[in-house]
């Protein structure tokens, strides 16, 4: 019967490209000038939350709305805690090239 085969041919590169995408946790930013992975997640609905900045709160919100404990803002932009240099969060989370 035709089209029930479940059969797949692949190349050597493109296994190996699968490997390395499926081994790639991509639910925490990384900092794009140093790689330091940062606090901000991203759910597998594509919404970035973070942890609140107030001291001791440790709510976590998507960014750009206020925290659901405390009412202070989640930040749009990180200062990264290896490299000293502030980033937009959504720089955190690179699009990935389908190929």
Do not use: Y
């Not at 499926?22 to 940062?38: F, L, M, Q, Y």
């Not at 997640?41 to 925290?67: A, F, H, L, R, S």
């Amino acid at each position: 019967m035709l089209g029930n085969s479940t059969t797949t041919i692949e190349s050597e590169r493109s296994r190996q490209a699968g490997i390395e995408v499926s081994a790639t946790d991509n639910s925490s930013g990384t900092c794009p000038h140093c790689g330091e992975v940062s606090m901000m997640q991203m759910t597998d609905e594509g919404i970035i939350v973070g942890p609140c900045p107030k001291e001791g709160c440790g709510d976590v919100n998507p960014v750009g709305q206020d925290c659901n404990k405390c009412g202070m803002e989640i930040p749009s932009a990180i200062m990264c805690h290896k490299c000293g240099r502030e980033t937009s969060v959504s720089d955190l989370f690179p699009l990935e090239e389908a190929w």
